[in-house]
């Protein structure tokens, strides 16, 4: 008998998820927290720098 004929062979498939829903949940929590950044730095510049 050969050596291959004794082995149990055992394949294994993964199957890689792709979730559009999450990656796009993401960018509009990022997309978001993006735009208050910015609106709280437009906002500093223009009224309160010139205060000083």
């Not at 149990?8 to 960018?27: G, L, Q, Y």
């Amino acid at each position: 008998m050969d050596r291959h004929d004794e082995m149990d062979v055992r394949e294994r498939k993964v199957e890689k998820r792709k979730d559009s829903s999450m990656v796009a949940s993401t960018f509009i929590k990022y997309a978001a927290y993006l735009i208050i950044f910015f609106g709280i730095l437009y906002f500093l510049i223009n009224y309160i720098l010139p205060m000083f």
